[in-house]
């Protein structure tokens, strides 16, 4: 299985982004897919996953302003990031697994990470 985030980039607060994570090897709605992010200084911390059946998680954090989706006939995995703050600057990696819980940062197959910084 191979995972390629893109999509990062500098963007001031307030801003968008749209993350894709393109995925080989496996389609996207038959494992969970998760969104991850890791801060200088901070543990990696899960911010979005789905479930293959279609279920959707998102840390407290986040919820209201990021929205991940999949695109089961491209096998990518989306996070739409709105009204971003400059705590939301981390690294970005999508991964994916087949335990649950989403938001256990224990996965499987990782991407590279995309950097995202939120200038204030």
């Known amino acids: 299985v191979q995972l390629q985030a893109s999509g990062g980039g500098l963007v001031q607060a307030g801003g968008s982004l749209r993350l894709s994570c393109a995925a080989s090897?496996?389609?996207?709605?038959?494992?969970?897919m998760g969104w991850l992010r890791q801060a200088p200084g901070k543990e990696r911390e899960v911010v979005a996953g789905?479930?293959?059946?279609?279920?959707?998680y998102y840390a407290d954090s986040v919820k209201g302003r990021f929205t991940i989706s999949r695109d089961n006939s491209k096998t990518a995995v989306y996070l739409q990031m709105n009204n971003l703050k400059p705590e939301d600057t981390a690294v970005y990696y999508c991964a994916s697994k087949g335990v649950p819980p989403i938001s256990n940062p224990r996965y499987d197959y990782w991407g590279q990470g995309t950097l995202v910084t939120v200038s204030s």
């Open positions: 789905m479930y293959a059946r279609g279920d959707e």
């Open positions: 090897g496996r389609t996207v709605n038959t494992y969970i």
